[in-house]
């Protein structure tokens, strides 16, 4: 499974590349406004971190304009992937931009449909929210492990990118769903690490070693 972190904080983003783990990165507008720099200036400056796909998502929601914004952003560095919101003047914009090699993640997906219809378009990457429907209540895991059927059924090259994560159990489900992908919050990843039974035996291996008197040499 590929690991892409799902934040524009170059502190955090910094910090998990030194963790030698992530695979890439996504950001949306929101995670972005977050930050308060520059949108071209920001995914530079992530692109000088992670050696891998960048997201950046368009903010137009007509075709013309959002295949201006998607050639404008795709310019900026090549490991840019343009995010596209799943409408359907999006999918335009996602099949234009697949036939010119240009590399596009469907954002804001929460239905197998919704996941077809961007595959069929030719997206690279399908993002398939989960938090935002399990907070309502739902499963938003159910429609993931239709995604990944779908794409293995009809052999689409997208690859399924599990996204909107709430918890490490997330993760779990996606392996067991076996998506491809998962843009993890650095919280989230954070404690994918922990285990009170991991620190409480590294502790004790320790405490006995130094009892012991032995030394490595
Ligand atoms: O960036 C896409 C997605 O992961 C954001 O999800 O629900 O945390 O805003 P959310």
Redesign the pocket.
Known sequence: MKFFI?SANLDEIKKVAEWGLVDGV???P??LAKEGRGFKDTICAIADLIDGPISAEVVSTTSDEMLKEAHTVASWHPNVVVKIPFIPEGMRVVRQLSEEGIKTNV?LLFTLNQALIAAKAGATFL?N?V??VDDLGGEGMVAVQDTVNMVHTYDFKSEVLV????SPQTIVESVRAGAHIA?I?FKVLELMYKHPLTDKGLQSFLDDWKRSGLTIE
Do not use: W
């Open positions: 799902d996504t950001t949306n929101s995670l954002t993002s929210f938090g935002r996204a909107s994560i709430r843009t919050p």
